[in-house]
């Protein structure tokens, strides 16, 4: 293979309940790259587009996924890259995360698929370490295995796709303001009760049982986010009045986009997922702040090859 | 229906990462209790044996139970109850459960099956409050859904049965010491960090999703709490001995039950279970703490009707 065209999906983390260990993958919005072999070694960026990041090559986290992947690989060729970032980084859908785990499934493929979806995961982590500052894998382990994923265990790190119930749709909103992730860090507890921890942890335990069972009431029950959303939704303006409006026109259940400041709602069926969009657009065109939206399903598949 | 025989099973409540959330229900271990139906109303204990404990209808956990079911089910009957206690109270393995839960079941078959096995819960529930003072779900909910079990809300109540991996045995150990539940809730933190509830959730995510998948390697590797164990395990003697012999014979996992003291281990398979049981046995001998063991499936049906 000397050319590649993928598209890398964006990813809600945290899913609620899940802080830190859940996630999954969008089908509507993600990036496009493409990865050119070229006879010289090494990695170059020619050419990103849709939004302004760096070129350097050991800065921007997808060049710095290549990089890594080809010298790790011993590789005897080069790879040019072009970035067409279809989402805002700082939306809070993992924008990063899809670059960098963009990066790691490109490489792979054009290095003849020696790597496992585990191994891509760690080395899309290494690109979030360079975005982010930390290696977070929630995010890019949704975008690489695609659906819906458990982080089990960091070390070592373990990884287990869930099962993605047919009619599960998502609805986002993503209101065009900076949360900045290190505020959003700031916000959260150093300690918690345990009382909250086991609400918490049961909700985390009845939404897995709910994606296995297909079980979209149980799934609508355990979407309830007692320790992080109540401190981060005062960083999201309008929060509670979205939520609120998802609910009452049928979502299942709505919560933080990663650290915010988008805003999901899961749902079942087209149909609600449609009234959901449709409510909460009407509601936030009052508040005077510019937004996007979509509608997707969740993308059961993660990275998509498209040549 | 005039009279009846059931089983009702002993639990382990918590199950490592679980606390407060998880249980399931044991095979070879439990009460037998009967249900004689009476024309003068109201309810009488005729003969407890295997325990020493109350006759008083208002303070004993499974009359207590009966009484409530017929008073609300404006029953025109009354009710003889015989308890053989199969295991010990104070053993951590459900005992008032058994009871309150059994008294449910055969007052619920006696009334003509009008009850659902979450509102038996409720019913038993009121039992555990009896007796332990606090209308735990865990062991109760174990006790009459069987097979493994999640309560993912107390208001309202929600229980989820959750599947069992066919090949899963228990291996319990009983050190016959006291651990009183006062003490046993006493070394509980009030709060701890957020780090470490990411890593327990991530946990009970795990061990839900390896009991879905029959996926016993994920099952081990969640079998982790790192939150309760730690300090409750300084009440049982022994007990990292215990775990490490565990482990070391080939066990999935092994953790505290319920308060204690017993121990349990999970393990795959008859023949590994009977090399776990041998190995706590061998080592446990030399304690010089006098015990009871035993092995059994996951009881996937929790109560049983014996006549």
Chains 1, 2 share one sequence.
């Not at 170059?44 to 710095?64: H, P």
């Not at 970035?83 to 490109?106: D, E, M, T, V």
């Not at 949704?142 to 287990?160: C, D, K, M, Q, T």
Request: glycine fraction near 10%; proline fraction near 4%; aromatic fraction near 8%.
């Amino acid at each position: 293979m000397e050319y590649l065209k993928i598209f890398a999906p964006a990813t809600v983390a945290n899913v609620s309940c899940g802080f830190d260990s859940l996630g999954f993958a969008v089908d509507t919005i993600g990036d496009e790259m493409t990865f050119t072999k070229t006879t010289e070694k090494g990695v170059k960026i020619t050419n990103i587009t849709g939004a302004n990041l760096t070129y350097d090559v050991d800065k921007n986290a997808a060049s710095a996924v290549v990089k890594k992947m080809l010298i790790e690989a011993k590789a005897d060729f080069g790879i040019e890259l072009t970035i067409h970032k279809g989402f805002s980084p700082g939306s809070g859908l993992g924008s990063s995360a899809a670059s960098a785990g963009g990066a790691a499934f490109g490489t792979n493929q054009l290095l003849g698929n020696i790597y496992s979806e585990l191994e891509l995961t760690k080395f899309a982590m290494f690109g979030e370490e360079v975005a982010c500052g930390t290696p977070i894998a929630d995010n890019v382990s949704a975008a690489i295995y695609g659906g819906f994923v458990l982080v089990r265990s960091y070390n070592p790190l373990e990884i287990i796709k869930l099962p993605v119930p047919k009619e599960l749709r998502v609805v986002a909103i993503h209101p065009q303001i900076e949360v900045k992730t290190k505020d959003a860090r700031d916000v959260l507890p150093t300690e918690i009760t345990l009382k909250d921890a086991v609400t918490q942890w049961a909700n985390v335990g009845g939404l897995i049982a709910g994606l296995y069972a297909d079980n979209y009431e149980l799934i609508s029950n355990s979407l309830v986010d007692i320790i992080v959303e109540p401190v981060r939704k005062t960083l999201i303006p309008h929060f509670d009045d979205v939520k609120n409006t998802a609910l009452k026109a049928g979502a299942l259940g709505a919560g933080i986009s990663g650290s915010g400041p988008t805003i999901f709602a899961l749902c079942k069926g087209d149909k609600i997922a449609e009234e959901v969009y449709k409510s909460i657009q009407e509601s936030y065109k009052n508040t005077g702040i510019d937004f996007e939206m979509f509608i997707s399903k969740v993308n059961p598949n993660g990275m998509k090859i498209l040549n």
